[in-house]
T-cell receptor, first 114, second 111 residues
């Protein structure tokens, strides 16, 4: 079975540009989590969805960040406009709500904002 | 919010040695999980624990869910070079299904 799929794996952009990160959940999963990882702050939960509904977005840094689930298996995380301090590895994870709730992570997107 | 304290922050050991790391929290969790992250990859689930006092093994890995539900440990026996990586603990409540992560333990194994 395919795991969580993220694209792109690497993104280099200039300050002020819009960045869109993409995630495809594991088939059959119904919860989606976006994390950011940096050396300074470790793994931070940004937002998560259950059954396409955003449950907790308190970890989203500011209004420049937005996340959507246009359908049950796909999500986007958008940063507009991007800033150098947004440079990090962004992970998407999925789980089956009502099962063991274990989260399975994608390979991540390494974002560099110049 | 719920804070997880993971220790040690890093470990340098010789191949063949046993390893022990732990996580503590001021809050109660209903599930404890341990993940391993290799460079350039996402965290991979190693062991999940669902019941206070539970002791679970996965090959050379053994993890326990503390009886108070506020702590967990992970042991690795007879370490090998491929055990190198960052190990994260994570706690989850039943109120919601998000997780809180520890800061990680960076393990280096010298051949």
């Amino acid at each position: 079975d395919a795991g969580v799929i993220q694209s792109p794996r690497h993104e280099v952009t200039e300050m002020g540009q819009e960045v869109t990160l993409r995630c495809k959940l594991i088939s059959g999963h119904n919860s989606l989590f976006w994390y950011r990882q940096t050396m300074m702050r470790g793994l931070e939960l940004l937002i998560y969805f259950n059954n396409n509904v955003p449950i907790d977005d308190s970890g989203m840094p500011e209004d420049r960040f937005s996340a959507k689930m246009p359908n049950a298996s796909f999500s986007t995380l958008k940063i507009q406009p991007s800033e150098p301090r947004d440079s990090a590895v962004y992970f998407c994870a999925s789980s089956f709500l009502g099962g063991g709730n274990e989260q399975f992570f994608g390979p991540g997107t390494r974002l560099t904002v110049l | 919010g719920q804070q997880l304290n993971q220790s040690p922050q890093s470990m340098f050991i010789q191949e063949g040695e046993d390893v022990s790391m732990n996580c503590t929290s001021s809050s109660i969790f209903n599930t404890w999980l341990w993940y391993k992250q290799d460079p350039g990859e996402g965290p991979v689930l190693l062991i999940a624990l669902y019941k206070a006092g539970e002791l679970t093994s996965n090959g050379r890995l053994t993890a326990q869910f503390g009886i108070t539900r506020k702590d967990s440990f992970l042991n690795i026996s007879a370490s090998i070079p491929s055990d190198v990586g960052i190990y994260f603990c994570a706690g989850q409540t039943h109120n919601n299904n998000d997780m809180r992560f520890g800061a990680g333990t960076r393990l280096t194994v010298k051949p």
